[in-house]
């Protein structure tokens, strides 16, 4: 299975951009679909953004589309989460996460991925 790390968390202030990479490794990158989730204390564990393995089909969540974009580097082993107009409600812990599928589906519940990251934190002042 592939490991994720991701990095790139902080706390910034309502308005602000933040981005955030996942740095994969132990696998062959482009044979899995990536995506990111969050988790708010409290609450599940909720989609955010998915990737297919070329790049070419994205998903977000309702939440966050048109302020979200997720992108992947093939070359570099890399997906990355640019999170601009950051609101409070943002706020949560962040996971890179990756499931092995050769379709372009983008899976967007938790149990259909099976390697996670450890998670990073973002905070969102109001």
């Known amino acids: 299975q592939v490991q994720l790390v991701e990095s790139g968390g902080g706390l910034v202030q309502a308005g602000d951009s933040l981005r955030l990479s996942c740095a994969t490794s132990?696998?062959?990158?482009?044979?899995?679909?990536m995506g990111w989730f969050r988790q708010a204390p409290g609450k599940e564990r909720q989609f955010v953004a998915g990737?297919?393995?070329?790049?070419?089909?994205?998903a977000y969540a309702d939440s966050v589309k048109g302020r979200f974009t997720i992108s992947r580097d093939n070359a570099k082993n890399t997906v990355d989460l640019q999170m601009n107009s950051l609101k409070a409600e943002d706020t949560a812990v962040y996971y890179c996460?990756?499931?092995?599928?050769?379709?372009?589906?983008?899976?967007?519940?938790?149990?259909?991925?099976?390697?996670w990251g450890q998670g990073t934190q973002v905070t969102v002042s109001s």
């Open positions: 132990g696998g062959t990158f482009t044979n899995y679909i």
């Open positions: 990737i297919s393995t070329s790049g070419g089909r994205l």
């Open positions: 996460a990756a499931v092995y599928r050769l379709t372009i589906m983008i899976p967007r519940t938790s149990d259909e991925y099976n390697s």
